[in-house]
């Protein structure tokens, strides 16, 4: 157990409904990350928040996807109108530093599966 | 976009046997990291590379800036060492946009 956690830990939706999904980090972590995860593939980048601030996000999240962060402590993850395609393992990160080389902890993930 | 290679994709081998994965990557980087992956999805952080060697118990990595390469060794290895080993790295330079991972060494280690 890393200290971070994810929540649900699987997910079964049926295409076309709105899934969200809930990291709590670290509690003294700023950074928080967040990543998919297809089976056979390495995890992606899809965006990431310094304390409240979303600063940055990967040309992967669409318009269907969205991340919030409000008050710098736990994270959510929202997916629209969800697809097929978007069937994958969903992490969440988190780290102490400010650089994007420190060291992250991962949490258990969110398995969503899309029929 | 980074390219990261990682081999072997899978890997076999007995208990007590050295193991080694390697890792390529085809840009520039200002760190590399190894993680490991267990069965249901638990991502645990290995090492943190920018240069040289580190060693942590039976688990020794190095990184050869130059080469663009880095290497993950296992020394007498255990089944509990079963897992999928990942590479990642940040691009020098970048943001988060570009950590890149590898696809992971399914490695299994038979008593």
């Known amino acids: 157990d890393t200290g971070v956690s994810q929540n649900p830990r699987h997910k079964i939706t049926k295409r076309g409904q709105n899934v969200t999904f809930r990291c709590d980090p670290i509690s003294e972590h700023n950074r928080l990350y967040w990543y998919r995860q297809t089976l056979g593939q390495g995890p992606e980048f899809l965006t990431y928040f310094q304390n409240e601030a979303q600063l940055e996000k990967s040309r992967l999240l669409s318009d269907r996807f969205s991340a919030e962060r409000p008050k710098g402590s736990f994270s959510t993850l929202e997916i629209q109108r969800t697809e097929q395609g978007d069937s994958a393992m969903y992490l969440c990160a988190s780290s102490h530093g400010t650089l994007h080389a420190d060291t992250q902890y991962f949490g258990p993930g969110t398995r969503l599966t899309v029929l | 976009k980074n390219e990261v290679e990682q081999s072997p994709q899978n890997l076999t081998a007995q208990e007590g046997e050295f193991i080694t994965i390697n890792c390529s990557y085809s840009v520039g980087i200002s760190a590399l990291h190894w993680l490991q992956q267990h069965p249901g999805g638990g991502i645990v952080s290995l090492f943190m590379?920018?240069?040289g060697k580190k060693k942590h118990g039976r688990l020794i990595a190095t990184i050869n800036i130059q080469e663009k390469h880095s290497s993950l060794h296992i020394t007498a290895s255990h089944p509990r060492d079963s897992a999928v080993y990942i590479c990642?790295?940040?691009?020098?330079?970048?943001?988060?946009?570009?950590?890149?991972f590898g696809k992971g060494t399914h490695l299994i280690i038979q008593p």
């Open positions: 990642a790295v940040l691009n020098s330079g970048g943001g988060a946009d570009g950590l890149t």
């Open positions: 590379l920018s240069s």
